[in-house]
């Protein structure tokens, strides 16, 4: 319980965490690969003049959405599975910012606690690297809005290696569709975001958590998929980004609000969570208490078994050395 006090489990509760979101990035992968699958099929019932769907291959596929229509695939069961297969993707990325946001007040409630094991000198010199480290982190470069002109241009410049007087929005967009689908998934979009987030996190900083870096990659995907995705199938099409580039928020876009400027919880949120903690701690303390009394009471009864059969041990010695030699080896 003093280790969970003073902090010293941060890491290994990070390790579980990386693990917990590692896990959700490799399911969500699929589901974007399953996404991707239903939107071509789609696309090919709509434009295939009478061509049918392989109904057995996409059943294995999405099986567990129990699908209702046991021969074929119409329209409107596509449109069903990518409405669910779309949810469940907005559901992990629900899942990812209640992770972050548990991962950030876990992060402050140790800092506290910390600095409660401080004197007043040592508190005072922590607080103030503590705001050093803040002020550090906020000072880079100007983050372009993402998915407007200026961070598109940037990566066609310094990513791409190509004239920014030369760019061309449908160039650009088959440029960064790397499996060649007519589509830029979540991937794929995300990907646009690095030169961005490299402006503002460097692993080899100490002011800069990489943790913090995957949430603002979130961010601005999410940021651009509701700017863009007119349809809201998750992905975003040739026509849907030629679109996006002829409007005003495209050409002049609003400054970004990255997360130092928008805290992850407010203080209300982190007295919540700070009497979570102190329940949860007063909880493990009862039940470390009751084992230990457990524990008590094993040994205890452990000791009169000991006595116990000391004592037989010691009438047995008695009773054999009472017994006559011919009934301690009889003679046949």
């Given amino acids: 319980m003093e280790d969970i006090k003073a902090g010293k489990l941060a890491k290994e509760l990070d390790f579980v965490s990386h693990n917990v979101r590692t896990r959700l990035d490799e399911m969500k992968r699929q589901e974007v690969n399953r996404l991707r699958t239903l939107i071509k099929a789609k696309q090919d019932v709509e434009i295939g003049k009478g061509l049918t769907v392989d109904h057995e291959s996409l059943l294995k596929q999405f099986e567990y959405l129990n699908h209702g229509n046991p021969h074929t695939f119409e329209i409107d069961d596509l ?21 972050f946001k548990r991962y950030e007040m876990m992060k402050e409630h140790e800092r506290r606690e910390y600095l409660k094991t401080l004197d007043e000198e040592k508190r005072k010199a922590e607080e103030q690297h503590y705001e050093e480290m803040k002020k550090k982190h906020a000072d880079h470069p100007k983050v372009n809005h993402p998915g407007s002109q200026d961070q598109l241009k940037e990566v066609w410049e310094e990513t791409d290696g190509l004239d920014p007087l030369d760019f061309d929005p449908k160039t650009f967009f088959k440029l960064h569709d790397t499996n060649g689908d007519d589509f830029l998934d979540e991937q794929e979009l995300e990907a646009l975001f690095t030169k961005e987030l490299e402006k503002m996190y ?12 995957e ?21 975003i ?36 969570f700070e009497q979570h903690l102190a329940e949860q701690e007063h909880d493990l303390k009862n039940k470390a208490d009751n084992l230990n009394k457990q524990r008590e009471e094993l ?34």
Avoid: C
């Fill in 299 to 332: 040994e205890r009864q452990q000791e009169q078994l000991n006595a116990q059969k000391l004592e037989l041990q010691k009438v047995i010695g008695l009773e054999l050395n009472k017994a006559p030699v011919h009934e301690l080896y009889p003679v046949y």
């Fill in 202 to 213: 460097d692993p080899k900083n100490e002011e800069d958590d990489m943790v913090e870096m």
């Fill in 237 to 272: 099409s040739l026509e849907e980004f030629l679109v996006s580039t002829g409007k005003r928020e495209f050409l002049e876009p609003d400054s970004w609000e990255t997360l130092e400027q928008a805290p992850a919880f407010t203080e209300e949120e982190m007295k919540e």
């Fill in 79 to 99: 449109n069903k599975l990518i409405t669910t297969a779309t949810s469940d993707l907005e559901n992990f990325d629900k899942e990812h910012h209640d992770e």
């Fill in 215 to 235: 949430e603002e990659r979130i961010r601005m995907r999410e940021h651009v998929m509701n700017e863009v995705d007119v349809n809201k199938d998750r992905l």
